[in-house]
């Protein structure tokens, strides 16, 4: 997920927020994979990375925030789901 830095704002916020939505994001994946192949699940372990960017060349682009991670989930899939139809 990439985020564009604002530079009149709190740096340490903007991270803040940048890993705030990551997180969401991993908090709907188990509903997502119960939805579509699963019978339960439950997240495991998680990692995070944040990287700031300066890509303000010539005056265009701008800096970014971009956060990266692992999202490591135990799953019981359906049982439908390995059975083959006749």
Known sequence: M???VKDDDDAAAQ???A??????VAAGS????????????????MSTNLNARDR?????GGSQLT???QITMKVK??????KTAP
């Open 30 to 45: 188990c509903a997502l994979v119960i939805e579509t192949v699963a019978d339960t699940c439950e997240i495991a372990g």
């Open 2 to 4: 990439t985020f564009p």
């Open 56 to 60: 303000n060349i010539g005056g265009y």
């Open 77 to 82: 899939f359906k049982a439908s789901l390995g």
């Open 15 to 17: 991270q803040q927020v």
């Open 67 to 69: 956060v990266s991670g």
């Open 19 to 24: 890993l705030r939505s990551f997180y969401k």
